[in-house]
């Protein structure tokens, strides 16, 4: 059974500050991974998606992956309170047969 | 590109009924996938297809539930019977393919089913 793994929080971090999100995997196949946001009673939108090793930044947000470790984490610079959502961390593997979720992250900044 | 769409937003009925839900993925994507999320879970993958070809269908997915994807374009999802615990929102989402770079999911607006 392949897994994703995800702190449930709350995660509450003060406007400004830097928040931090942490995902980890079970398979060692896997080669895509994606950070969603989703706010309470919507879908999930696409943050950023990462394929290889290291940071890749988008305006505030920087993904971090280490497949070796099997860890993939979110920073969120400049928190803002319109960051407050839930953070869904996916994986995929290499043939692209098993995107599975984890049970997502519950971010609070407060003002 | 208009997204990802979902008819209807919202569905209340009575348990033993049959519920039909449909999704339109972005026009040039060939995958197509469905999810159901309960409050406080991620979302939980319950089948894809690949233009029409459905591949794969979790083992979680009763019989209760068929999905089509008859010309490889809209999808419909079909509850028989519903129960109680078939609440949940339903999520589509469409991908351009599976292989890395073309896989990223897009997701649609949902539908939230309850069942009295």
């Known amino acids: 059974q392949k897994e994703v793994e995800q702190n449930s929080g709350p995660l509450s971090v003060p406007e400004g500050a830097i928040a931090s999100l942490n995902c980890t995997y079970s398979d060692r196949v896997s080669q895509s991974f994606f950070w969603y946001r989703q706010y309470s009673g919507k879908s999930p939108e696409l943050i950023m998606s990462i394929y290889s090793n290291g940071d890749k930044e988008d305006g505030r947000f920087t993904a971090q992956l280490n497949k070796a470790s099997q860890y993939v984490s979110l920073l969120i610079r400049d928190s803002q309170p319109s960051d407050s959502a839930t953070y869904l961390c996916?994986?995929?593997?290499?043939?692209?047969?098993?995107?599975?979720f984890g049970p997502g992250t519950r971010l609070s900044v407060l003002p | 590109d208009t997204g990802v769409s979902q008819d209807p937003r919202h569905k209340i009925t009575k348990r033993g009924q049959n519920v039909t839900f449909r999704c339109d993925p972005i026009?040039?994507?060939?995958?197509l996938y469905w999810y159901r999320q309960t409050l406080g879970q991620g979302p939980e993958f319950l089948t894809y297809f690949q233009n029409e070809a459905q591949l794969e269908k979790s083992r979680l997915l009763s019989d209760r539930f068929s999905a089509e994807r008859p010309k490889g374009s809209f999808s419909t999802l079909e509850i028989q019977h519903t129960e109680q615990g078939d609440s949940a929102m339903y999520l589509c989402a469409s991908s351009l393919s599976g292989l890395a770079s073309d896989d990223t999911q897009y997701f649609g607006p949902g539908t939230r089913l309850t069942v009295l």
């Open positions: 026009s040039e994507h060939n995958r």
């Open positions: 996916a994986v995929n593997d290499v043939y692209g047969q098993n995107f599975v």
